[in-house]
T-cell receptor, first 113, second 116 residues
Framework: NAGVTQTPKFRVLKTGQSMTLLCAQD?????MYWYRQDPGMGLRLIHY???????AKGEVPDGYNVSRLKKQNFLLGLESAAPSQTSVYFC????????????FGNGTRLTVT | AQKVTQAQTEISVVEKEDVTLDCVYE???????LFWYKQPPSGELVFLIR??????QNEISGRYSWNFQKSTSSFNFTITASQVVDSAVYFC?????????????FGKGTKLSVKP
């Protein structure tokens, strides 16, 4: 049982480049999330999805786009990377919005130079 | 204002000491859930406990215990007889029924270092 899988684990981008982070879950969860973690800031929600074909903005959505074309996958895109997007990105999933704990992927460390 | 406040940024203790990590939350909902997660140096996020707003019973799991007090809006986490393996960043988080941010709101975390 893989749970939540994020790819890639590490990535270095130059300013202005684009990339897509992939998150896949095999637990048939409706809800999926992308967080970023920065030192001293905790985890901040970027975007989330409440089901296949839906997406919504979180606390820090600027500079990112997401898509949920299939229930098991949640993609996070950076169209034009900036140094401020250097961070560790975590994907998570849950079966409901309120009471269930999140299942997290192992994170992607992104550096933008 | 922060909805989840973990006032202790870093704590350092010596092995076998007891340590309490504080978490204060803010919500107007009557139905909400509180969580604790652990992030060891390897980086993954591990779920520790969930508590709903209607259950103020304290919980103990081995060396870990949690004290939920609605009167002070606190959900504190105590490690008894700490061990080096407890060294990690610990996050407290809040989920509100009427919340507008999708799901969990995290505190900024407390980094616990346990020295041998």
């Amino acid at each position: 049982n893989a749970g939540v899988t994020q790819t890639p684990k590490f990535r270095v981008l130059k300013t202005g480049q684009s990339m897509t982070l992939l998150c896949a879950q095999d637990m048939n969860h409706e809800y999926m999330y992308w967080y970023r973690q920065d030192p001293g800031m905790g985890l901040r929600l970027i975007h989330y999805s409440v089901g296949e074909g839906t997406t919504a903005k979180g606390e820090v959505p600027d500079g990112y786009n997401v898509s949920r074309l299939k229930k098991q996958n949640f993609l996070l895109g950076l169209e034009s990377a900036a140094p401020s997007q250097t961070s560790v990105y975590f994907c998570a999933s849950s079966p409901d919005r309120l009471s269930s704990p999140l299942h997290f992927g192992n994170g992607t460390r992104l550096t933008v130079t | 204002a922060q909805k989840v406040t973990q006032a202790q940024t870093e704590i350092s203790v010596v092995e076998k000491e007891d340590v309490t990590l504080d978490c204060v939350y803010e919500t107007r909902d009557t139905t909400y859930y509180l969580f604790w997660y652990k992030q060891p140096p390897s980086g993954e996020l591990v779920f520790l406990i969930r508590r709903n707003s209607f259950d103020e019973q304290n919980e103990i799991s081995g060396r870990y215990s949690w004290n939920f007090q609605k009167s002070t809006s606190s959900f504190n986490f105590t490690i008894t007889a700490s061990q080096v393996v407890d060294s990690a960043v610990y996050f407290c988080a809040l989920s509100e029924r009427e919340g507008s941010q999708g799901n969990l709101i995290f505190g900024k975390g407390t980094k616990l270092s346990v020295k041998p």
